[in-house]
């Protein structure tokens, strides 16, 4: 393994067993469960979680309803123990997503949650969209852009199953962060990550 493999490695904390992957699963649901009783997220004893989910790590949580997109949010900038970005995540995704009205009761009996862990980005240094496009990985990139005050946004790696072409994704995700479809300047930025799916 290479040293900058390893560095990576190190970001990301201890790889995750299935046993870990469930717990994980069970914290986003204990998480909403009790936003719905309390409408807060729930308080974390980190000493009850093993030590790989004390890595800071950064994650998404997913919520639909058959199939129906009912809540998505997450960190891209790893800031807190695995444990507790993905329960903050999950109450922030079934209460807190602008998009739609609170979660209810009625809707959490038939919602499913999936996890997406986000590996470390990496810059992406493109002079053009044409050298963008020719250096990505369809199906496996998540892509964070940004230029300038207020455009920024994000693209997970699911996001290839509806935009399957690298020049729509790329367009889609800046009109998502506020500009135009075919918008080039000199101070993009642009960074890309895997995620590991749980689910």
């Known amino acids: 393994m290479s040293s900058n493999n390893r560095e990576v490695e190190a970001a990301r904390g201890p790889a995750l067993g299935a046993a870990d992957r469930e717990v994980l699963k069970d914290v ?7 936003g ?29 309803i058959s199939g129906d997109l009912r809540g998505c949010v997450g960190s891209l900038e790893a800031r807190y123990p695995l444990v507790e970005d993905v329960a903050n995540n999950a109450f922030a995704a079934a209460f807190r997503d602008p998009r739609f009205a609170p979660l209810g009761e009625h809707e959490y009996r038939r919602v499913g949650i999936s996890i997406s ?35 920024r946004a ?18 889609q995700l800046k009109v998502k962060a506020g500009l135009a479809p075919h918008y080039w300047s000199a101070t993009l930025r642009i960074r890309r990550y895997t995620t590991e799916h749980i689910s």
Do not use: N
């Not at 409408?39 to 639909?64: E, N, W």
């Open 28 to 34: 986003a649901h204990r998480a909403v469960r009790h």
């Open 36 to 64: 719905l009783a309390h409408g807060q997220p729930p308080g974390i004893d980190m000493s009850a979680y093993p030590a790989a989910l004390h890595a800071v790590r950064s994650s998404f949580v997913t919520l639909k």
């Open 117 to 151: 862990l986000l590996s470390p980005a990496e810059t992406m240094p493109c002079a053009s969209e044409a050298e963008l496009i020719a250096a990505l990985q369809p199906g496996v990139d998540g892509l964070i852009l940004e230029d300038g005050e207020g455009h």
């Open 154 to 171: 994000t693209f997970l790696p699911a996001v290839w199953q509806t935009l399957e072409r690298p020049e729509e994704f790329i367009r």
